[in-house]
């Protein structure tokens, strides 16, 4: 909701469509699970669990719901169980775009990402590759660094490891309490 009216704004943009996987990720690899075991060990059993706890924090500040900001941009909103589903390879053929959009999404397939002519770029709320499947923010608080960013890159087989498009770092705004900074 929030990178959909700067794309819907541009000249040199053509919004055709935005898929909406509703449901949870489908793939459950042992290379996702280990990944993700390496990372539970790293901070323990309690940062694991805090890391649950602190999700939300990163859901909040004012949004339009994508519905809503479809329907006011007149961008056609289609819905998907799974996004690496047969029902979302149906969706991408019949938009005919020329290059996928991911914001939000996990490991996606190749056969989702290989449909549009130049492929798939992904937003990530953090720099690459030091903060492959990141949340936005914690980990380089949690490695006591003053700096955050964003990356642009294309999608290929493994997560978060496509070649660096656009790469931005900037300073984390410290607050008073972690929630206060991560929203920020």
């Known amino acids: 909701s929030r990178c959909l009216p700067e794309l819907a704004a541009s000249d040199t943009i053509d919004v055709v469509s935005v898929i909406l996987a509703e449901g949870p990720p489908t793939h459950a690899s042992w290379t996702l699970r280990k990944r993700k075991f390496k990372k539970a060990m790293k901070i323990g059993i309690l940062g694991a669990l805090n890391g649950v706890r602190i999700r939300p924090w990163f859901r909040s500040g004012k949004t339009e719901h994508i519905e809503t900001l479809c329907d006011r941009l007149a961008i056609p ?42 492929g798939m770029i992904n937003f990530h709320g953090e720099r690459l590759p030091e903060y492959q499947n990141a949340q936005s923010v914690i980990w380089p608080i949690y490695n006591m660094e003053i700096t955050t960013g964003l990356t642009i890159h294309e999608i290929d087989e493994k997560i978060d490891t496509g070649r660096i498009l656009y790469k931005e770092e900037y300073p984390i705004e410290f607050h008073p309490s972690l929630e206060a900074t991560v929203s920020t």
Request: no cysteine.
């Open 77 to 118: 909103l289609q819905r998907t169980a799974a996004l690496n589903s047969d029902r979302t390879l149906e969706l991408l053929t019949a938009a005919d775009a020329d290059l996928g959009i991911s914001v939000g999404n996990g490991y996606i397939a190749k056969r989702v990402f290989s449909v549009q002519r130049f």
